[in-house]
């Protein structure tokens, strides 16, 4: 956990994700970086007991909007079929020029077996 910060909270069966944004691939380009932050993703959703497919909402800021067909590609290999979340795309500036996109994401916890 970061001082100013932790990287997910969960309340009442519902995780709420910071932002997750690249970290080994700040300063590529968009698929390498989407490919990363949603690793993040599954790592932070699994840690709190959810995965994708119990998304509930993400919501994804792009650099430039340019690089909206590059992360759909990885995007679509990603998401699970016939789970697709609700989803917002907007141009953002982000807080450090080599971040082309941070997603932040809502999910609800698996039901326990």
């Not at 709420?16 to 932050?37: K, R, S, W």
């Not at 993400?58 to 679509?76: P, Q, T």
């Not at 699970?80 to 996109?101: H, N």
Request: hydrophobic share 45%; with cysteine; aromatic share 8%.
């Amino acid at each position: 956990m970061a001082k100013r910060y932790s990287e997910a909270a969960i309340h009442h069966g519902v995780v709420y994700l910071a932002g997750q944004v690249a970290d080994t691939t700040a300063g590529q380009g968009i698929e390498a970086q989407t490919t990363e932050v949603l690793a993040m993703v599954d790592r932070v959703l699994a840690e709190c007991g959810s995965d994708k497919q119990h998304l509930l909402r993400v919501e994804i800021y792009l650099a430039d909007l340019a690089d909206y067909d590059g992360m759909n590609k990885v995007w679509d290999t990603w998401v699970a079929p016939g789970f697709a979340p609700p989803r917002a795309t907007v141009q953002a500036q982000l807080a450090k020029p080599a971040w082309r996109v941070e997603m932040v994401v809502t999910a609800a916890q698996r039901s326990p077996a």
